[in-house]
């Protein structure tokens, strides 16, 4: 596997992974009107412009991405993706360390995940990441926030 820094030529096989990955989550809260199933092509390409994104390759296959921006001190970590054939692997851990490594400066990294997303919760946790706040979205949704 090989993690390397991303270009908007990949977005469109990123948002094609991206939108397999979150099927998982959005059967969860049984949502399949989340954002990350919602977004468009034209929304992700724009990323690229603020966005460090990365994406994780097994030979010529897309297996993983992850993409951040850093505001003053903080790091936000968002849309971590491993494709469900190679989750369970290291593929996410290894996604994030790199991420990291993108943002010396930075004095703390932060991410959010939803409340009943036990297995992200528990990488998130391994990685020594710990819950900060929590932010009721709807009756059926809660986000976790981590730094």
Do not use: W
Not at 6 to 14: C, E, F, G, P, Q
Not at 96 to 114: D, Q, S, V, W, Y
């Amino acid at each position: 596997m090989m993690i390397v820094r991303s270009s908007v030529k990949d977005a469109a096989r990123i948002l094609e992974l991206q939108k397999l990955a979150y099927l998982s989550e959005a059967a969860i809260y049984n949502d399949f009107t989340i954002p990350p199933l919602m977004q468009t092509l034209h929304d992700l390409s724009r990323e690229f412009a603020t966005k460090t994104v990365l994406k994780a390759m097994a030979d010529e296959h897309l297996i993983g991405s992850v993409r951040a921006s850093q505001q003053d001190g903080t790091c936000c970590v968002e849309r971590l993706i491993v494709h469900p054939d190679f989750q369970g692997r290291g593929v996410g851990t290894s996604l994030m360390h790199k991420i990291e490594t993108c943002f010396p400066n930075a004095k703390r990294f932060e991410l959010f995940t939803g409340h009943k997303s036990d297995r992200n919760i528990r990488l998130y946790r391994r990685l020594g990441y710990e819950v900060f706040k929590e932010q009721r979205i709807n009756e059926a949704l809660t986000f976790t926030f981590m730094e």
